[in-house]
């Protein structure tokens, strides 16, 4: 079965500061990757996905994450955060279900990153 | 404006008491799904269509129904609701398939007394 773990489920940085939030992702088979973004109070976003080709993802806002296969990670990067990036960061992967015909979304728990002055 | 449109953004109501939350796009996306979020559990998918007439469960499909008759609209139903429903509801849809981008609805906030 196909699991998506965000290691870290609160990270606080400050502004101007580098920040990673992690994903690692179980599958025995080719997956697709996102990473989606909530800001208070709305819908989900997509900063970014992986689907093939280069293994480094570059996004809005300003982010970026690497597809790392040996590793089944994709991690999300930003060398220099802003306040208002402050919002709840949901990685994701695209699974194929039985016969590789029932594909599903499924969405880490999130990381709520604090963005602080 | 393109959009993902969600009715009622929030809604109280009693235990067994059936209701339908809308969802309607004006992409002319193929693929539309329904989520629940629920703190520390992140987003599970709840049903989805991959076009008219053509549904599927997700994860945590017990206690709902979907249907998809227009392409634009794949309202949600809730027959007997119960208070383990409680949640925050977001409809998504996406132009051919689940691993295209998932455009979001502004979510429907959900208690069952």
């Known amino acids: 079965a196909q699991s998506v773990t965000q290691l870290d489920s609160q990270v606080p940085v400050f502004e101007e500061a580098p920040v990673e939030l992690r994903c690692n992702y179980s599958?025995?088979?080719?997956?697709?990757l996102f990473w989606y973004v909530q800001y208070p109070n709305q819908g989900l976003q997509l900063l970014l996905k992986?689907?093939?080709?280069?293994?480094l993802v570059k996004g809005i806002n300003g982010f970026e994450a690497e597809f790392n296969k040996s590793q089944t990670s994709f991690h999300l990067r930003k060398p220099s955060v802003h306040i208002s990036d402050t919002a709840e960061y949901f990685c994701?992967?695209?699974?194929?279900?039985?016969?590789?015909?029932?594909?599903?979304?499924?969405f880490g728990k999130g990381t709520l990153l604090t963005v602080n002055p | 404006e393109a959009q993902v449109t969600q009715n009622p953004r929030y809604l109280i109501t009693v235990t067994g008491k059936k209701l339908t939350v809308t969802c309607s796009q004006n992409?002319?996306?193929?693929?539309m799904s329904w989520y629940r979020q629920d703190p520390g559990l992140g987003l599970r998918q709840i049903y989805y269509?991959?076009?008219?007439?053509?549904?599927d469960k997700g994860d945590v499909p017990e206690g709902y129904k979907v249907s998809r008759k227009e392409k634009r609209n794949f309202p949600l139903i809730l027959e007997s609701p119960s208070p383990n429903q409680t949640s925050l509801y977001f409809c998504?849809?996406?132009?051919?398939?689940?691993?295209?981008?998932?455009?979001f609805g502004p979510g429907t906030r959900l208690t069952v007394l």
């Open positions: 992986y689907l093939s080709g280069s293994t």
């Open positions: 599958s025995s088979v080719s997956v697709y």
């Open positions: 269509s991959m076009n008219v007439e053509v549904t």
């Open positions: 998504a849809s996406s132009l051919q398939w689940v691993a295209d981008t998932q455009y």
């Open positions: 992409m002319n996306h193929e693929y």
């Open positions: 994701a992967v695209v699974r194929s279900g039985s016969g590789g015909s029932n594909y599903k979304l499924t």
